[in-house]
């Protein structure tokens, strides 16, 4: 994660929970074994470094976010948690695995972060990952864009601050490395939101602040309210707000030789 972004761990935890619901088919995808040394790359408040420890790995988690490590902290003192950027992994051990759940599309410097996770794992370790991939909330940010653009918030309208990129563009980042591939999809899955009536403005709340910088708050909340009014037809089903989530999940490793 980004460490200008500033992190509510509240809010994350009660409406945005999906983030690390979500991760639990990845750690069935890891594979996390007894005494084994893991990385959880973006870790945020910690319930995924949690559960990977349980099988009994040493587990490590890092986040760019002081505020999401210092609540990890409080709910997993048992665990050994850093604040930490991704693109500069600074260890002195080797891991046997990374992993990372809903975190690398916010690295903007993702070559810096595929050098840095590959010199942190030990040789036929494995990297196991999902992040957004290409198209991911497409129609939130088109509208979000467009919107802030009306409002004559034109430099806001053109705010990068995720990366989501396609199999071959990543596969290729990560092969350049020095990993070997193992597995990769992209996957189309709508998420559900937490909030019935507030799902897209609670959404843009937690994630999209990085778009609001210089807006007022009078503008802030009428750009939110009408993100939301005009995404009605694409993300509310049957009364429920959904986000249009588009997944890149790969898995790969440190050769040997």
Not at 65 to 87: G, H, N, Y
Not at 230 to 236: V, Y
Request: hydrophobic fraction near 40%.
């Amino acid at each position: 994660m980004k460490a200008t972004e500033t992190w509510n761990p509240d809010l994350y935890n009660d409406k945005h929970s999906f983030v690390y619901d979500y991760g639990n088919s990845l750690i069935e995808l890891l594979e996390p074994k007894n005494g084994e040394h893991i990385l959880d790359v973006g870790c945020g408040s910690g319930q995924l470094t949690s559960q990977i420890a349980s099988f009994g790995s040493s587990t490590v988690g890092i986040d760019s976010s002081e505020t999401m490590i210092m609540d990890a902290r409080i709910r997993f003192p048992q665990l050994r948690f850093e604040v930490m950027d991704a693109s500069d992994l600074k260890f002195q051990e080797k891991f046997d695995a990374v992993f990372s759940n809903a975190a690398l599309h916010w690295v903007l410097d993702s070559r810096g972060a595929a050098v840095s996770m590959f010199n942190c794992l030990n040789p036929g370790g494995r990297l196991v990952l999902e992040m957004g991939g290409k198209g991911n909330v497409q129609a939130i940010i088109e509208s979000l864009r467009k919107i802030l653009a009306k409002y004559g918030y034109h430099k806001q309208a053109a705010h990068e601050q995720w990366f989501f990129p396609s199999i071959a563009v990543y596969a290729a980042i990560l092969e350049d490395a020095g990993f070997r591939i193992k597995l990769a999809q992209h996957f189309d899955r709508p998420t559900l939101l937490a909030a019935e009536e507030s799902g897209i403005t609670d959404w843009l709340t937690m994630f999209a602040d990085g778009f609001f910088v210089g807006v007022n708050a009078k503008d802030r909340i009428a750009i939110m309210n009408q993100v939301q009014d005009d995404l009605k037809e694409r993300c509310l089903v049957e009364g429920k707000w959904y986000a249009d989530y588009k997944r890149l999940r790969i898995v790969a490793e440190r050769p040997i030789s």
